[in-house]
């Protein structure tokens, strides 16, 4: 009588549950815990690896995704709350093999150092210029409060913001 592997019987866990998530555009049925972190269904089941895991307290950004246009942490969100809501990882900004014009924006201005952030901060940019398209400093600076580089990109991620937002709407005030 063959063995069950180790692994196969603890991924069979009674707690699991058959959820219905739309990510990027897709509809996508998952099994798992209701309590497992929707960024390690996104990263360990759908392959998803733009957004990262970096505090695991949803305080510093490396994990956000845009939830119903809201920037959200996913490594302390369970999987249950995120059921019937649209769900945008930093791979669902790009439209197919083009990137966003923000996406474009931050390579042209080199603002990213390290990367490790930059998903993070591309969804909180997002959401604010989906928000609003004509953000000053400070509302680049508040929008992207909740995201953390430790690289000091900062100055070259607000100038990337600013221009991404001047170049999708050039003669307005």
Known sequence: MASTPEW????????EEVFTL???GEQRRVTCSGDT????????DLGLKGSRFGCGLGQCGACMVLLDGHPTPSCDLPVWSAESMNIVTVEGLSAGDEMSPLQQVFIAEQAAQCGFCM???LISATALLRHNPRPNEADVCAALDRNLCRCGA???VIRAVLRAAEEACPNSV
């Not at 196969?8 to 707690?15: G, P, Q, V, W, Y």
């Not at 972190?37 to 360990?44: C, G, V």
């Open 8 to 15: 196969a019987t603890a991924r069979a866990l009674a707690d």
């Open 119 to 121: 998903s993070g901060i």
């Open 37 to 44: 972190p929707l960024l390690y269904l996104l990263r360990n």
């Open 22 to 24: 739309n990510v990027n």
């Open 154 to 156: 900062h100055t070259r």
